[in-house]
């Protein structure tokens, strides 16, 4: 009923170079809102209709997240394939809660590995984790991504459209090598499915197992709590942010800034003013100082 209107939507996405998992997912919203109306004719859409339809997701208990993400594709599909002018006072973003990301120890992070019973989810946890990269980055890495020679892993054409280069540690590459041994067919893709050696794992299937771990190891985990992890554990190491930035992929320095917040304080060597070192000083003076009064009396 409404293809010629999702093929424009695709049409759209790649005249702007966003990715076809984006126009995928803009038109899965636009599935859910014309449902909603009652497959209403688009020409005869008003912005009423898209502030309603938000609001009842907001009344449902929809988080303030997803409903900007229905904002999003509505607001392309009206402005770029409707041509019908949009208007934030009528439509406006939800303000979000900040919430700080959730990060493991170093000791939970050896124990999802020693519980994972696969050695290709081994090596899948001590990547992610090692290297901070999100779960679709890994899911598309080929072999050749990861650099040996100078121990690092390369991410093409990561979410931000932007290449750029992490970290390899000897442990992963470890994992790594004893997993490709273990299982060796040709294949295209870094990780496959143990079944099916020339399909590449899915990001909701690799999610999946990363929890699935997790629930048997005690831990509660996704993916991208070893990415946090890993951002956390370098500012905790005394890495300059920047060069966590670069690493993780961020656009902006306040998406990396975020886990100063969440690092231990007391790694970093970051002390309370009540506990300031003069503070401590004035205090050893004023015992000093009555101590000796009290043998002048005596």
């Not at 009540?274 to 100082?289: F, N």
């Amino acid at each position: 009923m409404y293809e010629e209107y999702y093929e424009k939507v695709r049409e759209e996405c790649l005249i702007r170079n966003r990715s076809a998992h984006t126009a995928e997912t803009y038109i899965k919203n636009i599935e859910r809102f014309m449902k909603w109306t009652g497959n209403k004719p688009m020409e005869e859409l008003t912005l009423q209709d898209a502030r309603n339809f938000i609001l009842e997701k907001r009344r449902s208990g929809i988080k303030p997240s997803t409903c900007n993400f229905y904002n999003a594709s509505l607001r392309f599909l009206y402005v770029h394939v409707l041509h019908i002018p949009w208007d934030q006072e009528t439509v406006p973003r939800m303000k979000l809660d900040v919430k700080l990301p959730e990060v493991l120890s170093l000791r939970d992070i050896e124990k999802l590995i020693d519980t994972a019973a696969e050695v290709r989810n081994k090596a899948i946890i001590a990547l992610l984790y090692s290297s901070g990269i999100r779960v679709g980055e890994l899911v598309r890495l080929r072999p050749e991504d990861i650099y040996m020679s100078t121990m690092q892993v390369y991410i093409p054409k990561s979410k931000n459209h932007s290449d750029r280069w992490t970290l390899l540690s000897q442990r992963a590459l470890d994992l790594l090598v004893e997993y490709w041994r273990s299982y060796p067919v040709k294949r295209d893709y870094l990780f496959v499915s143990l079944d099916e050696p020339h399909r590449p794992l899915n990001v909701n299937g690799t999610e999946i197992v990363i929890r699935t771990i997790g629930k048997e190891a005690g831990i509660p985990c996704h993916p991208h709590m070893l990415r946090h992890s890993f951002a956390s554990h370098l500012v905790e190491q005394g890495v300059p942010l920047p060069y966590i930035q670069s690493m993780l992929g961020h656009k902006s320095a306040a998406s990396t800034d975020v886990y100063i917040h969440v690092s231990n304080k007391t790694v970093l060597g970051i002390k309370s003013p009540l506990d300031h070192p003069e503070k401590q000083k004035k205090k050893r003076g004023r015992k000093s100082r009555k101590k000796d009064g009290g043998s002048n009396e005596q």
